[in-house]
């Protein structure tokens, strides 16, 4: 006799499955596949201008590596600066990863965070 | 006996994977196959899909915030640039798909708070059976979920009566009625099916608003009518409007005079706009500027979709309107959620839009504009549509040009 599923089991193995058909979309998204900025959402992180899929890392010359273990051949493209952040004029603001950084902020490269331009003051940090 | 908490085997994995991946899922072999594997039963089986799609989407993509609800195909007008002229007949949503539509919207928003439902038709007044239950479930969900939902309506106005403008104003649903101009400039246009002009119809569906909402309108202009785009918008001020959407009509001929013609007319307008205008009616896109987003492409299918009268699931409602059988860039429907996600995919990173922009040579300064129209003009959503481009090129220089009159 067969146990009937419950709504837990049905949520769990809908997960489960969820999980392991983005792994196998891993392979075909990363690298030279993957999307510009627009493409969104938890298991992607922003790299430049391109995407990296969840298995991957961005790294600081823009491309996408392996999160653990064994760096997949980087295959992007270099990042460069296309859209604009959505905010105000493109001279006052520059794109940074997920943020806008305004005129006198600069975008570190490595961590995709706006730091103050000509000061040693390293930690202002966000959405600016 | 297979333990039916147990994964799918990896060959059905990889047959779910590939479905979902093509343009057109065949669900019925995928439903099948999961049924046959896991010992499940069908209805087990559709739920467990609905429920992995779902995920998989809220894994991939921007929540879905927005939903436009085709609440029948049936109109009473024959405008003539009405985008929907192919596919209007007597269809009409039956109920429970609204509900099954509402239920989507509210699963695929994730996180979100904030979310919108456009009722739309055809005449969406002809399907108010459908229209107040759909209304009920959504503000029940919001009420269960801690969300917020804003209803919009666009309707031809003809139909709107006592009672229904009362409906619309205790549930907050915002109407918009399509009326182009002045009574000469909208009978030109938008005529019942006996021929008959319908301003006195649709002005009087309006001012039965008056006092329960400000007053909106959804300006469409030809390019017949650009010449009287200022007069018509402060004629219907001085009617009582306050509160315009204006877009030029897509999928007609328009030649560099009346292109030329529409700036004229938008620069004169955003004039009076910025001079003190803006006090007596707000012009939406005065107020959002012509600035799509950081992201190219639009809304569509991103963050906002729209459900046909059959539970199929476009990017958009124009979408729908150029084929509702085929639907192009087709995402999903209710019973299943948004299952092709190649679909979603290509439309949500527009790889190929970028391209296609920048092989015009126009992607420093153009993010694609609208699928519907592009595909209007060039049978391929992806492909930029130029008299879009000229146009908001030349509404940006108007908005941006502090000393232009």
């Known amino acids: 006799m067969v146990d009937k599923m419950t709504p837990q089991d049905m949520e769990e193995l809908a997960s489960r499955i969820s999980e392991e058909i983005i792994a196998r979309l891993g392979g075909s998204l990363e690298g030279a596949e993957a999307g510009p900025v627009n493409m969104c959402g938890p298991n992607f992180v922003q790299c430049g201008n391109y995407t990296c899929s969840g298995n991957f890392q961005c790294s600081a010359d823009f491309k996408c590596k392996a999160k653990y273990g064994v760096v997949t051949p980087p295959k992007l493209q270099s990042a460069r600066v296309q859209i604009d952040g959505g905010c105000g004029s493109e001279h006052a603001f520059s794109e940074c990863g997920d943020y806008t950084c305004k005129k006198e902020f600069r975008c570190e490269a490595h961590q995709f965070m706006c730091n103050l331009t000509f000061t040693d003051t390293p930690n202002i940090f966000g959405r600016l | ?405």
């Open chain 2, 1 to 405: 006996m297979k333990n039916p908490k147990s994964m799918p085997d990896p060959d059905v994995l990889e047959i779910i994977k590939d479905g979902l991946m093509t343009g057109q899922p065949g669900l019925i072999h995928i439903i099948s196959r999961i049924e046959d594997n896991l010992q499940i039963t069908r209805e087990e089986a559709n739920v467990l899909v609905y429920d992995t799609v779902l995920r998989l989407n809220l894994s991939l993509f921007p929540p879905i915030t927005k939903m436009e609800l085709v609440l029948t195909q049936g109109c009473n007008l024959t405008c003539s640039y009405c985008f929907e002229k192919d596919m209007l007949g007597y269809l009409r949503m039956p109920e429970p798909i609204a509900l099954k539509a509402v239920d989507l919207l509210f699963r695929y928003s994730g996180k979100s708070e904030r979310l919108n439902i456009t009722l739309f038709g055809g005449e969406p007044l002809f399907n108010m059976e459908t229209l107040k239950g759909a209304v009920r479930h959504a503000e029940s969900k919001a009420a269960e979920s801690g969300k917020t939902v804003f209803f919009n309506m666009t309707s031809n106005g003809t139909l709107i009566n006592e009672d229904t403008a009362e409906y619309l104003a205790e549930h907050g649903i915002k109407a918009l009625v399509s009326i182009d101009g002045l009574e000469s400039t909208h009978d030109r246009f938008r005529r019942d099916r006996s021929g008959k002009g319908t301003f006195e119809k649709a002005m009087t569906g309006l001012k039965r608003l008056k006092g329960k909402q400000p007053l909106g309108v959804k300006m469409t202009v030809m390019p017949e009518a650009t010449r009287d785009l200022f007069k018509n918008v402060m004629g219907l001020i001085d009617l009582g409007v306050t509160h315009f959407v204006i877009g030029h009509a897509s999928g007609v001929q328009w030649s560099e005079e009346d292109i030329n013609e529409f700036i004229n007319q938008w620069s004169s307008l955003y004039s009076w706009y910025r001079d003190g205008g803006k006090k007596r009616a707000t012009v939406v896109e005065f107020e959002e500027g012509e600035s799509e987003g950081p992201f190219y492409g639009c809304q569509a299918g991103r963050n906002s979709i729209s459900v046909n009268v059959d539970g199929g699931i476009s990017p958009c409602s124009k979408m729908l309107g150029i084929d509702s059988r085929n639907i192009i860039g087709k995402l999903g429907n209710t019973e299943y959620g948004l299952v092709n996600i190649s679909n979603r995919i290509n439309i949500t990173r527009c790889m190929e839009l970028m391209k296609e922009c920048a092989k015009k040579g126009i992607d420093k300064d153009y993010q694609g504009g609208c699928f519907a129209t592009n595909y209007e003009e060039n049978k391929n959503i992806f492909s930029p549509s130029l008299l879009d481009y000229k146009l908001s090129q030349l509404k940006k220089s108007v908005t941006n040009c502090p000393t232009c009159r």
